[in-house]
Antibody, heavy 125, light 108 residues
């Protein structure tokens, strides 16, 4: 299974953008797909996650209202989009596939077993 | 919102020594913690989940412990390939996730 992301983008503040993450594997609809931001030289920040089967989506409070995540099951692709970019959106964005793993106490953890290669977004005037 | 705080920000360790990394939650999260490793120029890799369960293929020198609000990742006998940044991740409110700020383990 691979997650192949769209290429690097250079945009101006205020512009819109939609980046993609295409899954090569089967059963696309049955895996949670998430997005993680990494600003230059900084740590990982969780952005949002979607279950393509029913489009159930959850956003980090830090990103809620600023980004939109969607999925197209026909093309096995998940999208992350902005309607109005800011310079502070400059970062690399990774998509992630979450696979269920059972802990020793019998609970499930949906851990990331596949990462996209990352899409670098640069927002500058 | 639960805040995850990792310490120290940077840990300098000699090869072969033990590294102890800390992750603290602002409120109890049971054992719903995972640890990821990120090497420069690479995507992260899952090491530990459920606070102490090693992921598939992870060497035994990596171990996790803790519950409630205090968690530890221990790397015994550091090898050259272990110098990296380590992140804890909270998943107690799945599907919401939270990463800690990270600890960089570098060569002393």
């Amino acid at each position: 299974v691979q997650l192949v992301q769209s290429g690097a983008e250079v945009k101006k503040p205020g512009e819109s953008l939609k980046i993609s993450c295409k899954s090569s594997g089967n059963n696309f609809s049955t895996y949670w797909i998430g997005w993680v931001r990494q600003m230059p030289g900084k740590g990982l920040e969780w952005v949002a996650i979607i279950y393509p089967g029913d489009s159930d989506t959850t956003y980090s409070p830090s990103f809620q209202g600023h980004v939109t995540v969607s999925a197209d099951t026909a093309t096995s692709t998940v999208y992350l989009q902005w309607s109005s970019l800011k310079a502070s959106d400059t970062a690399t964005y990774y998509c992630t596939r979450h696979f269920p793993m059972v802990t020793t106490d019998g609970y499930y953890y949906y851990g990331v077993d596949v990462w996209g290669q990352g899409t670098t977004v640069t927002v500058s005037s | 919102e639960i805040v995850m705080t990792q310490s120290p920000a940077t840990l300098s360790v000699s090869p072969g020594e033990r590294a102890t990394l800390s992750c603290r939650a602002s409120q109890s999260v049971s054992n719903k913690i995972a640890w990821y490793q990120q090497k420069p120029g690479q995507t992260p890799r899952l090491l530990i989940y459920g606070a102490s369960t090693r992921a598939t293929g992870i060497p035994a020198r990596f171990s996790g412990s803790g519950s409630g609000t205090e968690f530890t990742l221990t790397i015994s006998g550091l090898q050259s390939e272990d110098f990296a940044v380590y992140y804890c991740q909270l998943y107690s409110n799945w599907p919401s996730l939270t990463f800690g700020g990270g600890t960089k383990v570098d060569i002393k």
